[in-house]
């Protein structure tokens, strides 16, 4: 036998135990896609509990007053207009667990109607995408299909964005004017969302805790949540440029952010998909492996600068924005490319 | 001599013809050279949700117009980065580099409106080809604006309207408009070393300076080509052509088109503003050379003031350049723009009288200086207003119309404004720019068109204790964002500020019955 012939044979008896290994690592992999997407969703439902207990104790603020909003803001202003504050940046950071995880609900056939419910769905006066729910408030009234919770409803609720929920325009930052956005809202539609959100996010929650992910759930995984990795580092990115001077939506520095979710990407992939792309382009999966690395080095040393006291100019920090951008998309290009050689579909 | 010539004619004549066999031999029997760009079939998941057209053709790019050459797709290695232009090319490169064009697809403003469009439908990222064909035309021809994005980015992926996207061009149809440009990326270009286009320099020329194509981007067509637009039920939920941006057919109609003045005319002279007086003046002589600044109505985008939250707005720094050049350049193309602003516009009283115990007065806003209406392009956030305010003999005020809150960002409600409006179908207006959602446009008050002029008719009260002579200060107001859009929009409480195009003063009658 010689050389060529003994490779072939040592490929062909190793061929199983491979297959196996593989299969082992997907399948761990697989289990890793589960844990992350039951961590955002645990995160959005502890979001949604705090909201809703913010929304509680505005709206006993205003019931109290037998509902006359004027009378609430001129003995309990500065506690409504804490309490408006605390429930918008509770609102983003549930916002933030769902966007997370929104590919992956929206691409899963099973919990598909939770991304209308939650984030995506139109009112019933559409003639489609309905979110198919109907919406109970504090006072009796049901909404009938009422649109999306977070941005149909919520949302413009609480930013002032939608004129009929405004019951009062209020300088909520006490600075002597009352720009667009100062206001009181509507309590009784705003608990009542609230309550809404979340209840749907539990039920969310338990359908995810049932749910078998595959192969395509995680491609999906990966692909989607890929970008989103290069969406915070944008809003690192514009907090650099803004210094609180505008920008109420990107108070804080999301590096942390960042570096989580580029670790359950790297994770995914190399646990779930890479032994079936390495399988048929090798070159391919070490290229992908590779962007993930340097993309992980990036966000890495940016944020260990940034703890060390780094203040970052709007070059450099465009300059890093536009360069973890560049990876990530190079990333989800060649992982999308790998998924048409295997064969892996993409669900949503 | 003449003995050896004959000697090896023969032979030399049979090696002649043998290499030339060999070459055409060659050349015959050589595999043809593949097509270049990509074809459909080979961008995985690529997404076509609006289906094939009447012939049952593929649209990979609708609901925007815009086309290749060969109708496939861009290979992204085609479409090279302007700050690789910019190695030869510095002087355009500088100029192109502040304007709106090079910004087109990464401003904050324009970004986050297409993510909140997006979100409104299932096919929101394949719907904004609609958005992005003339936005940032790269992506969509090299297949990006897709939600499962398969095809590596280009280096010019952040530059909106890059070098190549307007000098590949080879036909426009200015009147259906929506991005409808057909640009030869995948033939049309070279893939020259910089050693060969410098030992070379021709071939790069005859690449991006093919005479047809540099004829067509000096005319207003290859501009309409996106300056034209309108919604139909592919990208939105009008059920008939709604018109949204008409530049192009304002112009096409007016003083400006009969007598040769072109887009490129106005907004690539050197100085802009002085070319307008000139035109103004009577003088139709072209400007000596076209700058790349393209300078425009947006003046926010260049109020070097806003410190920081400029470079937010505009969504980072372009490739190629630092904080201090990229400031630099802002600045130049700043004074440009405001100056050309100041030259388009207007006021004049037309007529007054005190009649009744009444107030009557018309002012007429006039356009002057614009090729196209005033305001232009997609007015409903961008909007003009009329400001008029009355004084008595005593300098007390006895009538005031479209007073600006700078506190709160907002024009008097009730003021004299040229505006578009979107409308969803139950007929509400929509303030933040919701294209998908958008069932008719509707006009507060159209444009006013090129060397035309719109006159306002004013009525007030006088108070009985009020005496003449009655001063009008007028001072007309251009904003290109409305307070709504940009709070809905950014979620900031940054104030748009209004620019003051044209103002003017005038006494109107004195007596309490008087006429002028």
Same mark, same amino acid.
């Given at each position: ?348 | ?27 015959? +029997? ?38 290749? @050459? ?68 790269? @992506? ?16 010019? @992926?952040? @530059? ?55 004829? +067509? ?92 939250? +400029? ?56 356009? +002057? ?148």
């Amino acid at each position: 036998m010689n050389g060529r012939g003994l490779v072939l044979a040592a490929a062909l008896l190793l061929a199983p135990v491979a297959g196996v290994a593989a299969d082992d690592a997907e399948g761990l992999g697989l289990a890793n896609v589960k844990e992350f997407t039951l961590e955002h969703s645990r995160g959005l439902v502890a979001q949604a509990e705090l909201l809703e207990a913010g929304l509680a104790d505005y709206h006993a603020l205003i019931a109290a007053h037998g509902g006359d909003y004027a009378a609430a803001w001129a003995a309990e202003g500065a506690r409504l207009a804490e309490r408006i504050h605390t429930i918008r940046a509770l609102w983003l950071e549930a916002s933030n667990h769902y966007e997370t995880i929104e590919g992956i609900v929206a691409g899963i056939p099973e919990t598909a109607k939770y991304d209308l419910i939650l984030d995506a769905g139109n009112p019933g006066t559409e003639s489609e995408d309905v979110a198919e729910y109907d919406l109970p408030l504090p006072d009796g009234t049901v909404l009938k299909r009422p649109g999306n919770l977070f941005h149909t409803i919520t949302e413009p609720l609480f930013w002032g964005m939608d004129e009929k929920g405004v019951k009062l325009p209020a300088d909520l930052n006490g600075d002597g004017k009352v720009t667009r956005g100062e206001m009181l809202f509507d309590a009784n539609l705003g608990l009542g969302a609230a309550q809404g959100l979340a209840r749907w996010a539990k039920a969310l929650e338990a359908d995810m805790t049932a749910w078998k992910p595959n192969r395509e759930d995680a491609l999906t995984s990966v692909v989607v949540m890929t970008p989103t990795v290069g969406d915070y580092f944008g809003e690192w990115k514009e907090s650099q440029f803004i210094s609180g001077e505008i920008g109420a939506f990107v108070a804080q520095s999301r590096l942390t952010d960042v570096e989580g979710i580029m670790s359950g990407c790297r994770r995914m992939y190399s646990q779930a998909l890479s032994p079936v792309v390495a399988a048929i382009d090798a070159d391919l999966d070490s290229r992908i492996t590779a962007g993930f690395e340097e993309l992980l080095g990036l966000v890495e040393d940016t944020r260990a600068r940034e703890a060390a006291g780094t203040k970052f100019g709007a070059e450099e920090a465009d300059a890093l924005g536009n360069e973890a951008q560049d990876i990530a998309d190079r990333i989800v290009a060649m992982v999308l490319q790998a998924a048409a050689k295997a064969d892996v579909q993409i669900r949503g | 001599m003449k003995y050896q010539f004959k000697t090896h004619l023969p032979p030399a004549a049979l090696g002649a013809f043998l290499a030339l066999v060999f070459i055409l031999g060659t050349g015959i +029997l050589a595999p043809a050279p593949p097509e270049p760009g990509v074809e459909l079939a080979d961008i995985p998941f690529y997404r076509l949700p609006f289906g094939p057209d009447a012939a049952g053709k593929a649209r990979p790019f609708w609901p925007s117009r815009l086309q290749t @050459e060969n109708g496939r797709f861009a290979d992204p290695a085609s479409i090279q980065s302007a700050a690789k232009c910019a190695t030869c090319h510095r002087r355009e490169f500088d100029e192109w580099a502040p304007s709106l064009h090079a910004i087109a697809g990464r401003d904050t403003v324009y970004e986050r409106a297409v993510r909140i469009n997006e979100g409104l439908h299932r096919d929101g990222i394949e719907k904004s080809r609609f958005c992005e064909g003339c936005h940032a035309p790269g @992506e969509v021809l090299a297949g990006r604006t897709n939600r499962f994005k398969s095809v590596m980015p280009s280096d010019a @992926e952040t @530059e909106g309207i890059t070098c190549v996207m307007c000098h590949t061009a080879t036909h426009a149809d200015p009147k259906e408009g929506n991005g409808a440009l057909t640009l030869a990326v995948n033939t049309g270009v070279d893939r020259l070393p910089d050693a060969m286009i410098l030992a070379a320099p021709r071939d790069h020329a005859r690449a991006f300076g093919a005479a047809g194509t540099n004829a +067509l981007i000096a005319s207003s067509d290859f501009c309409g080509g996106c300056h034209t637009e309108a919604y139909d039920s592919s990208m939105s939920k009008a059920t008939s052509r709604q018109h949204v941006q008409t530049t192009f057919a304002e112009w096409q109609g007016s003083w400006y088109a009969e007598n040769g003045v072109n887009c490129q005319d106005c907004h690539m002279a050197p100085d802009p503003a002085a070319y307008v007086r000139q035109v103004r003046a009577g003088n139709l002589e072209k400007p000596e050379r076209y700058a790349h600044n393209f300078v425009g109505s947006n003046y926010l985008m260049f109020d070097t003031s806003l410190g920081s939250n +400029l470079t937010f707005l505009r969504g980072g720094i372009l490739p190629g350049l630092t904080d201090a050049r990229n400031t630099a350049l802002i600045a130049r193309q700043g004074e440009a723009t405001r100056a050309l602003l100041r030259s388009a516009a207007g006021l004049a009283l037309r007529e007054a009288a005190v009649a009744g115990g009444r107030l009557r007065f018309t002012v007429a806003v006039q356009n +002057l200086g614009a090729g196209h209406n005033l305001p232009t392009g997609v007015v409903d956030q961008k909007y003009m207003w009329l400001e008029v305010a009355v004084r008595d003999a005593s300098g007390a005020e006895i009538y005031h119309s479209g007073a600006f809150d700078a506190e709160r960002g907002e024009t008097d409600p009730d003021a004299v404004i040229w505006r578009e409006d979107f409308r969803d179908t139950d007929g509400r207006r929509i303030p933040d720019h919701l294209t998908f959602i958008t069932a008719t446009v509707t006009h507060v008050r159209p444009g006013v068109p090129p060397k035309a002029e719109d006159v306002v008719a004013y009525e007030a009260p006088l108070p009985p204790e009020a005496k003449g002579p009655f001063i009008l200060e007028a001072r007309l107001w251009y904003r290109v964002a409305t307070q709504e859009f940009a709070y809905n929009t950014l979620k900031t409480d940054l104030i748009i500020p209004p620019f003051e195009l044209a103002a003017g003063k005038f006494t109107l009658p004195a007596g309490k019955e008087a006429h002028p």
